[in-house]
């Protein structure tokens, strides 16, 4: 099955820097990757996907790039504001489809 | 249009009891995923279904764990016997079609969740 890894686990930035996570994925036939942002006691939001057709995607300050040579993807968080302050879960659609795996997490804590 | 709904959103039960966890889909959504996740982990699957069928329980434990999605009504993840080690928040998603990668545009969208604490 997918094996998604995530790191780093933890992410502390000034405010007004960039983050970056990184995520891996084992299964080469998977095709859909999202990302999700989950505050404390709150339900994870989508905040930006990506599809095995396209290698970069952007909205706003938010981007993800793809590798699937390499089988990687991460997420970039540029201009970074105390309110992006979270965990962020990357996952991966394995071939099977519908079945998505997360990675375990990475909490960005942005400093004022 | 409403978004995913779960009730209740905090449960409290003794060892022993039963857990019952509603989810409600999106508008038009017809495919339900259930994720649990434990304190500082990511979202593990347990199971997912489509209205009256179960897909896929390959993440569920065999034991004691149910799941469904009748044809009218909520979907519900019942837990029978409850142990301390099932304390966990449960997640359900919804997404209009089984989801997949490649020309789709579908994602899955979570319900806020349901806190269950086993005494």
């Not at chain 1, 930006?48 to 590798?67: F, P």
């Not at chain 2, 017809?30 to 993440?59: A, T």
């Not at chain 2, 997640?91 to 989801?99: E, H, M, N, V």
Request: positive net charge; charged residues 25%.
């Amino acid at each position: 099955g997918e094996n998604v890894e995530q790191h780093p686990s933890t992410l502390s930035v000034q405010e007004g820097d960039s983050a970056v996570i990184k995520c891996t994925y084992s299964d080469s036939a998977s095709n859909y990757f999202p990302w999700y942002k989950q505050e404390l006691g709150k339900r994870p939001q989508l905040i930006i996907d990506i599809r095995s057709n396209v290698g970069e995607k952007k909205d706003q300050r938010i981007a993800v790039t793809l590798n699937k040579t390499a089988k990687h993807f991460s997420l970039h968080i540029t201009e970074t504001q105390p309110e992006d302050s979270a965990v962020y879960f990357c996952a991966a659609l394995g071939g099977s489809n519908y079945k998505l795996t997360f990675g375990k997490g990475t909490l960005l804590t942005v400093n004022p | 249009n409403a978004g995913v709904m779960q009730n209740p959103r905090h449960l409290v039960r003794r060892r022993g009891q039963e857990a019952r966890l509603r989810c409600s889909p999106m508008k038009g959504h017809s495919h339900v995923y259930w994720y649990r996740q434990l304190p500082e982990e990511g979202l593990k699957f347990m199971v997912y279904l489509q209205k009256e069928n179960i897909i896929d329980e390959s993440g569920m434990p065999k034991e004691r764990f149910s799941a469904e999605f009748p044809k009218e009504g909520p979907s519900i993840l019942r837990i029978q016997q409850v142990v301390r080690g099932d304390s966990a928040a449960y997640f359900c998603a919804s997404s209009p079609r089984r989801l997949a990668g490649g020309s789709s545009t579908d994602t899955q969208y979570f319900g806020p969740g349901t806190r269950l604490t086993v005494l």
